[in-house]
């Protein structure tokens, strides 16, 4: 579709002015159009013609920064955005648009301010503080979102995406019965969106309705199969029933539409972990951590690593990802706990001292770390120390036999295992 420009007859110098005005006025419009007919390429030439006849003009940039939009250049649209509001700084279309693009960008804490200005300088607005929610959505503050979801609902009863997200951001925070209800109502209101069926499973599943769960994720995969945040969370109904390969199977889909995904490939190395292959574990962990995956559960890619290390007996090869595990979270128990005995297994006597010490500073009353600690001070030929571990084991787990020793037949023992990796409690 092509639009022509009507060209003024020509003028004396003395009208040339108008006629410069008349052009812009009619490359702003055929803009305009052409980003209604979503033909970008001809809108961002006729904005950059109408620009240079007048580059103080902030609505010429403004609409070429919703060109930009429309065709995914995030980027360059936040460059004409900021230049629209330079030359009109309270250009509220300018400051939302600015906010869509920076969190689409990345940029979320910008967007959050861009957001807040908006409202500052306008009033409440749905769209607002949908886009507000949205961003505090993913920047985990999900208690901010709901807040401003229901203020969007407030404004507009009938909008039913607000209701999606607003479900989206209970299960979050543990809500799953008011999440199933919100997902219905957008059902109601009309939405056909399937990433509703998919919310609905995911609150079943953590509401340990696995049956419901499968029933409302699968029919959101006939909806949209080739989508691989769907088949991430059957995986995960799949892991928790026990269904490794099942699960397996959905992440190697995901994996091929989105390739190398590092939570999805962290994903399917937990179930090839949980179905011992610990091969295929490492393979898909290691890689995992190549694709960079989010700090919010790096250290879990480690101590994984770690345990499927030691589940192959390689305990000198599991300290490394052990101790990347504990550098990330200095505090949690079973990291301390996994690395102690390796450190015992492999000869590493005064480090599973320490370990074993630390942990049980953190867990005073756990048997199995004394019993641990016990085996290091005996190889050592600390004895006395030894054997004040082996009864103070005993005595915080009386009905566990496993913990009762005979001193004389220990001499030739470096440890006996009281469980696989992986199995010591995180809480005691």
């Known amino acids: 579709f092509f639009l022509m420009i009507r060209r003024p007859p020509r003028s004396t110098q003395s009208r040339s002015s108008a006629a410069s005005d008349v052009y812009k006025r009619q490359y702003y419009h055929r803009g305009i159009t052409y980003l209604a007919l979503a033909q970008f390429a001809e809108a961002l030439q006729d904005f950059d013609k109408a620009i240079q006849l007048d580059p103080t003009n902030y609505k010429f940039f403004h609409n070429k920064g919703i060109a930009y939009q429309e065709m995914r250049r995030y980027e360059e649209a936040i460059t004409m955005f900021v230049r629209s509001l330079e030359l009109n700084t309270g250009h509220t279309a300018s400051i939302y648009h600015l906010g869509l693009m920076q969190h689409k960008n990345g940029e979320l804490r910008e967007a959050l ?11 409440d607005s749905r769209d607002v503080y949908e886009s507000r929610g949205l961003v505090y959505q993913d920047m985990k503050q999900h208690m901010n979102a709901i807040s401003d979801f229901n203020m969007a609902i407030k404004l507009e009863q009938d909008q039913p995406d607000v209701y999606f997200y607003l479900g989206n951001s209970k299960i979050a925070i543990g809500n799953y019965e008011e999440a199933i209800e919100d997902f219905h109502k957008a059902i109601e209101l009309g939405s056909k969106n ?3 069926f998919n919310g609905i499973g995911q609150a079943y599943r953590h509401l340990g309705n696995f049956p419901k769960s499968l029933y409302y994720i699968n029919s959101a995969l006939e909806k949209n199969h080739k989508n691989e945040e769907f088949l991430l969370q059957r995986s995960m109904t799949f892991s928790d029933i026990g269904k490794f ?12 539409l989105k390739n190398n995904d590092p939570f999805l490939l962290y994903r399917r190395g ?7 292959d610990f091969k295929k574990c490492i393979k898909d962990l290691k890689k995992s951590l190549e694709n960079h995956p989010f700090e919010t559960y790096e250290a879990d890619i480690y101590y994984h690593l770690g345990l499927a290390y030691s589940n192959l007996d390689l305990f000198s090869r599991a300290i490394e990802p052990l101790t990347k595990a504990i550098n990330i979270c200095l505090t949690e128990p079973v990291y301390i706990h996994e ?25 005073p009353r ?7 600690r016990a085996f290091a001070y005996k190889n050592l030929k600390r004895y ?24 004389k037949q220990l001499h030739h023992v470096k440890y006996i295992q009281l469980c696989r990796p992986g199995e010591e409690a995180r809480v005691i």
């Open 384 to 407: 006395q120390e030894a054997a004040e571990d082996f009864e103070h084991a005993k005595d915080l787990d009386v009905n566990n036999i496993n913990l009762y020793v005979n001193y």
């Open 113 to 123: 301010e861009s957001f807040t200005k908006v409202l500052a300088l306008s009033g």
């Open 339 to 363: 690395r102690a005995k390796a450190y015992l297994l492999i000869g590493e006597f005064d480090k599973a001292i320490q370990d074993y010490s630390d942990l049980l500073h953190i867990q």
């Open 366 to 372: 756990n048997a199995h770390a004394f019993f641990g």
């Open 194 to 196: 399937p990433g509703i």
């Open 270 to 276: 937990l179930a090839f972990y949980k179905s011992s």
């Open 245 to 256: 390969v099942d699960a397996i199977n959905d992440l190697t889909a995901a994996l091929e």
